[in-house]
């Protein structure tokens, strides 16, 4: 069992004295684990970063074992993005979810390149990545299978004056429709259904918090692990200036 493939380190634990048990989002195998051997040694340690692009070489004598990667740097986003805290934690946030929400060794290929182009827009300081992080969490949740419906409105069919989405079905909502529910209705900002180039920093937040609900619910709430919640909960920390 040997293959190659590109990656991003999505998660590593120390294993043994040196060793590193590697969580990578791979193009064609998905997310696969492996041992990167002295993967916290001083050599390997900036190579196996969260966030980070790598070329791994997996190999295992059985399919159904562990096995082993041996990595290459190929590009070392987490350290571009340690000037900037949010940034940071925008990528730690991002590479937390996915290992919490896809299944291992099921490729998605789709999934591979939208972070891909996700974690380019972090390592180069865009200056709208909040928005383009919550729309690529957006993006996720229609690949898994629980995308929101913001094109219309659930109760009207408009397709204008959008503002809520229903924390049931996901559906947008109008203003107006949901007038008497607003309490019990989640606030849709604009620049998930209109072309803006500068969203406030309430929106975004917003937008944060609506992707985080349906993630919550449909993830996180089935994760064996809560690191995912609570790196999205730095990541909000951060955009509210909290943290």
Request: charge should be neutral; glycine fraction near 8%; proline fraction near 5%.
């Amino acid at each position: 069992m040997d293959w190659q493939d590109q990656g991003f380190v999505l998660a590593a634990r120390r294993h043994g004295e040196s060793d590193a048990i590697l969580t990578v989002l791979t193009r064609e195998h998905g997310r696969h684990l492996g041992i990167v051997k002295g993967g916290t040694g001083r050599r390997q340690r900036a190579v196996v970063e969260i966030g980070n692009a790598i070329t791994a070489h997996w190999h295992a004598r059985l399919s159904e074992h562990l096995g082993r990667f041996q990595v290459e740097l190929a590009a070392p986003h987490a350290a571009m993005c340690m000037v900037d805290p949010a940034r940071l934690a925008a990528l730690t946030a991002a590479c937390a979810t996915l290992d919490a929400a896809l299944p291992e060794r099921e490729p998605h290929e789709d999934v591979f390149d939208d972070f891909a182009a996700l974690a380019e827009q972090l390592s180069r300081q865009a200056v709208d990545w909040p928005t383009q992080f919550v729309r690529w969490e957006a993006r996720l949740l229609s690949s898994l299978g629980f995308g929101l419906d913001l094109a219309q409105c659930a109760l009207t069919g408009a397709t204008q004056g959008l503002a809520f989405v229903s924390p049931k079905t996901g559906r947008a909502v109008t203003a107006e429709a949901g007038r008497l529910h607003k309490d019990k209705l989640l606030p849709l900002p604009a620049f998930l259904t209109e072309s803006q180039n500068r969203p406030s920093r309430d929106d975004l937040v917003a937008g944060l918090r609506l992707t985080g609900y349906f993630l919550d619910r449909h993830v996180f709430a089935h994760a064996p692990k809560p690191g995912a919640a609570e790196a999205r909960a730095r990541l909000i920390e951060r955009m509210t200036g909290r943290s």
